[in-house]
């Protein structure tokens, strides 16, 4: 299994960003799919969830309406649109497989939102 | 939201200890729960899901128990690689939430 984020990097507040995942080893298309997010020194916080056919997905209140996950099962992806960008915005996230538990993990892309 | 409160915030321990991590819900959350290890600068890992569940080629000193409101991570001989940071996450009802972390430290 491997998952591999891309995306991260400077932003100013307000701005967007939009991150990816490229997921490889196993059968993407069966698997609902998650982002969480870990900001400097500090805990884990999950972000949003996706299910297998992206029919369904789930949000943090903090994200909601700000943040859209998608994916596509043809190229084995998973994206979240991050727009209105804040500074608590500011984290390593993470792309994760998901069976409710957080089964597989990418090594995650930094996201640092400042002026 | 469902609230994760881990215990003990940090831990010290000397390799071949048995030591014990306890998350508590602060609403019953059944049995679905799931405990992580992370290294620094390292995703977390997947260390036991549905309270008690060994994920595959997670070495057998790990273990979980607990159901309802009060779970235990549990390892029953302390190695050098074990020394990590150490977090509880349910997935009863969205959000998921995380428990704030355990640190286990080298004594």
């Known amino acids: 299994v491997q998952l591999v984020e891309s995306g991260g990097g400077l932003v100013q507040p307000g701005g967007s960003l939009r991150l990816s995942c490229a997921a490889s080893?196993?059968?993407?298309?069966?698997?609902?799919m998650s982002w969480v997010r870990q900001a400097p020194g500090k805990g884990l916080e999950w972000v949003a969830n996706i299910k297998e056919d992206g029919s369904k997905k789930f949000y943090v209140d903090s994200v909601k309406g700000r943040f859209t996950i998608s994916r596509d099962n043809a190229q084995n992806s998973v994206s979240l649109l991050m727009s209105s960008l804040r500074v608590e915005d500011t984290a390593v996230y993470y792309c994760?497989?998901?069976?409710?538990?957080?089964?597989?993990w990418g090594q995650g892309t930094l996201v640092i939102v400042s002026s | 939201d469902i609230q994760m409160t881990q215990s003990p915030s940090t831990l010290s321990a000397s390799v071949g200890d048995r030591v014990t991590i306890t998350c508590r819900a602060n609403?019953?959350?059944?049995?679905?729960l799931a405990w992580y290890q992370q290294k620094p600068g390292k995703a977390p890992n997947l260390l036991i899901y549905?309270?008690?569940s060994l994920q595959s080629g997670v070495p057998s000193r790990f273990s979980g128990s607990g159901s309802g409101t009060e779970f235990t991570l549990t390892i029953s001989s302390l190695q050098p690689d074990d020394f990590a940071t150490y977090y509880c996450q349910h997935y009863n009802e969205y959000p998921y939430t995380f428990g704030q972390g355990t640190k286990l430290e080298i004594k």
């Open positions: 609403q019953s959350i059944n049995k679905w």
């Open positions: 080893g196993f059968n993407f298309n069966t698997y609902w």
């Open positions: 994760t497989s998901t069976a409710g538990y957080l089964e597989s």
């Open positions: 549905k309270a008690s």
